[in-house]
């Protein structure tokens, strides 16, 4: 995520909001912020439900539905819908 954030063009970041007793490791999750900090980006923390229209595109949250103890499963999931 660090690299992408590094190398592209980023307008918009989301993420699931996980639970406070989970700790993702510290190393690697500091240097993605450190690399949103440096954009001046903001993180917009989605749940399942919400939804994102941008241009051609829909992009539908999915997941996670509720908070999980494991920070695996409390990657976001979604579907990107192509308007045609």
Known sequence: MKKIIDNFEIKNIIA???DNNI???FKIYESVL???NKKNLIIKNVISGDKFF???LNLYILGPAKQYTNLNNSSV???LVLKT
């Open 54 to 56: 941008i241009r051609d």
């Open 23 to 25: 700790n993702p490791d």
């Open 77 to 79: 999931i979604f579907k």
């Open 34 to 36: 450190d690399s949103i």
């Open 16 to 18: 699931s909001k996980f």
